[in-house]
């Protein structure tokens, strides 16, 4: 630390203590300097250029040691005690260049002289502008006393007191039954206070600072020893044995002592580009402070450089952002000088493409990545024989029939990205299923399957069938039940490209009726060409030996029958009801066939009223039918040889014998 002792003695030849002292600081302080100010008095003290905080200490003056007389009547055994220490005080200050402030160094206390009390020390201050921002308390001067007096009285307090107070001066030594002159007390320092003066030390000044107090004295018709600058207070004088007096040590002055530092002013412009391709190496620069001894510069978050130097060298990241530096020395940190910089980062590889695969070999589809704000362009190619062109994210394509890769790369004025690649494929419509496996001819109600073979490029199949078949399938096999429609079963396969063209099979249902007509008592079922059998619908049971096309029942009920086609379709009749057998039916069996068997010619006789007569051969065929009333001769010259059915149906019952013919 640089101390500049500012003496008016020495500046100021042929004035006074009292005289005006000003000072005004040289224009570049890197290391901190303290203005002390020890002369008594008033000084002026005005802010140098570029100084804005300033700290200022103050210690107050200390008091003089009290005087003593000869001890001879009118006193007896005088003492005296030790002048106190001044106070020490210290602030922070802001100010601006060209500020005055006025200082005020205090005066020590005179030694008392015979029987006065040492004078007080004169408290230290510093006002601008009228108004006090620091003061110290000067200590008190040490007191005459006499036998006759309270021993340890004498005492002069420390300062305790100020604005920015911060520690006391110690007391003086107290006047006491012994010999000595008591000691003065020690003035504060920057960090404790003085310690008191005894009647056999002088008080210590606090550390880093406080002047100690004067010495006590230790032979008769002695003075006190003078206080230490700054701020110790003097000591008591001895007792004089003869006529005479003895004066107390003076207290010593006080001081004010005005610290500061330079802070190195903003740097100047940043030289350097303020506009960079992510990982250029750049170099930025601010002139030379000679007030400054160091540099801090920062840099965009990934960006890398050190320097504490007004020069760097830089690597740019892909962030954007500021650089900015500060010039350094022991003073503090400089304004900070910054230039903003735009960062154009490399292109990195685009985001996944977008976009469906496979395609329909012909059709259109759109591919993308994520766009990217800081690429100028995008490059894309696709598959050999696809077509489709953009600079864009975006990129409609048309699809060849081969598969291959979509791929995509960015550029900006800072290069190129690595490529993003897509393997895309296509896929067509479905060929033509092969042919269907399944029967084609079938009876109602049975159950139909048919399959075709699995084409890997079909997600499904569609079927369609006779209108009244029912069932259901997506997959390359259905099964279906039979209605009573002929007709055609086909299946196409399909996928997101579209449908093939059907495979078809044709397919027949063999006709079978269930229907019964009835005729008086007479039931014959309208299917022809069949195997029958009757059936009690009351049991379920069949009627053993009616298995004609034709039944005419012996009692009333409900009857049904089960045929079977020559096709082998089974189905049975609705169950048809028989009533009111009675007074016919006896007539019936009144009947007269004749002959029997028979050659050209049958003759009926006994036949009921509104009865109709048939001729059936044995499958239930009708060769002849008439109505008759009472008798009938049937003509047989056509009819071969054979055994036939000859059926008798009147209104409430039927009869059904067998007719033989013979050639």
């Excluded at 005004?24 to 203005?35: E, H, K, L, N």
């Excluded at 110790?232 to 001081?255: F, H, K, M, Y």
Aim: hydrophobic residues 30%.
């Amino acid at each position: 630390m640089k101390l500049l002792i500012h003496s008016l003695e020495k500046k100021l030849k042929g004035l006074s203590l009292m005289a005006l002292s000003v000072f005004t600081a040289v224009s570049a302080f890197s290391q901190p300097v303290t203005d002390a100010y020890t002369t008594e008095g008033n000084h002026t003290w005005i802010v140098p250029a570029g100084i804005t905080s300033i700290t200022v200490e103050a210690w107050g003056a200390g008091g003089g040691g009290g005087g003593t007389l000869s001890q001879l009547l009118p006193y007896s055994n005088p003492r005296a005690g030790g002048g106190g220490g001044g106070a020490y005080s210290q602030i922070q200050l802001t100010v601006a260049p060209g500020d005055i402030l006025n200082i005020q160094v205090g005066f020590g206390g005179i030694g008392g002289n015979s029987n006065n009390d040492g004078a007080d020390g004169g408290a230290s201050s510093v006002d601008i502008l009228g108004s006090t921002v620091i003061s110290a308390a000067g200590g008190q001067g040490g007191a005459f006393r006499t036998s006759n007096d309270v021993v340890g009285t004498a005492t002069g307090l420390g300062g305790t007191s100020g604005v920015g107070f911060m520690y006391a001066g110690g007391n003086g030594g107290p006047n006491n039954s012994a010999s000595n002159g008591s000691g003065g007390g020690g003035a504060g320092g920057t960090t404790q206070a003085g310690t008191d003066g005894t009647t056999t030390a002088a008080g210590i000044g606090g550390t880093a600072g406080g002047g100690n107090g004067g010495d006590p004295t230790t032979t008769n018709d002695q003075n006190g020893n003078a206080g230490i600058a700054p701020g110790g207070g003097g000591s008591g004088s001895r007792r004089t044995l003869l006529q005479g007096s003895s004066q107390g040590g003076n207290g010593a002055r006080g001081e004010v002592r005005i610290t500061y530092c330079l802070i190195p002013a903003q740097p100047g412009i940043i030289a350097g580009e303020d506009a960079l391709c992510e990982g250029t190496v750049q170099n930025y620069s601010v002139t030379q402070d000679p007030n400054a001894t160091s540099y801090n510069w920062t840099l965009p978050s990934d960006w890398s450089g050190s320097s504490v130097t007004n020069t760097i060298d830089v690597m740019a990241g892909g962030d954007s952002g500021d650089v900015t530096v500060e010039a350094v020395n022991v003073c503090g940190v400089s304004t900070p000088q910054t230039l903003t910089i735009t960062t154009t980062p490399l292109p990195t590889q685009p985001s996944v493409i977008s976009g469906t695969t496979p395609m329909c070999v012909g059709t259109t589809g759109t591919f993308s990545v994520v766009h990217d704000p800081s690429v100028d362009t995008y490059t894309w190619t696709v598959p050999s024989g696809w077509t489709g062109t953009s600079t864009t994210n975006t990129i409609d394509v048309t699809a060849a029939a081969n598969n291959g890769a979509i791929t995509v790369t960015t550029e900006n004025a800072c290069g190129t990205s690595p490529v993003r690649i897509m393997n895309v494929t296509t896929s067509d419509v479905p060929a033509q299923p092969v042919t269907i496996t399944g029967n084609t001819t079938f009876c109602q109600g049975e159950t139909a399957a048919y399959s075709v073979a699995m084409n890997p490029l079909a997600s499904g199949y569609v079927w369609n069938f006779p209108a009244d078949w029912t069932g259901t399938s997506t997959s390359n096999s259905i099964n279906l039940t039979v209605g009573t429609a002929s007709g055609s079963v086909s299946v196409a396969a399909v996928n997101q490209c579209g449908t093939s063209a059907a495979q078809t099979i044709n397919v027949t249902v063999n006709q079978v009726t269930n229907e019964v007509t009835q005729s008086g008592a007479t039931l014959t079922a309208d299917q022809e060409n069949a195997v029958y059998q009757w059936l009690d619908c009351g049991t379920g049971n069949p009627i053993p030996g009616a298995t004609s096309r034709t039944y005419t029942p012996t009692q009333n009920g409900q009857y049904s029958v089960l045929i079977i086609t020559q096709a082998n379709c089974t189905v049975v009749s609705e169950c048809v009801t028989i009533s009111n057998l009675g007074i016919e039916k006896e007539q019936l069996e009144g009947l007269s066939i004749y002959p029997n068997p028979a050659s050209d010619n049958v003759t009926i006789s006994n036949i009921p009223a509104e009865s109709t007569v048939r001729l059936l051969d044995m499958t239930g065929k009708v060769l002849f039918s008439t109505a008759a009333n009472s008798a009938l001769s049937m003509d047989l010259t056509d009819v071969k040889a054979g055994v036939y059915l000859l059926s008798i149906e009147g209104k409430k019952g039927s009869k059904t014998q067998k007719l033989i013919v013979r050639k």
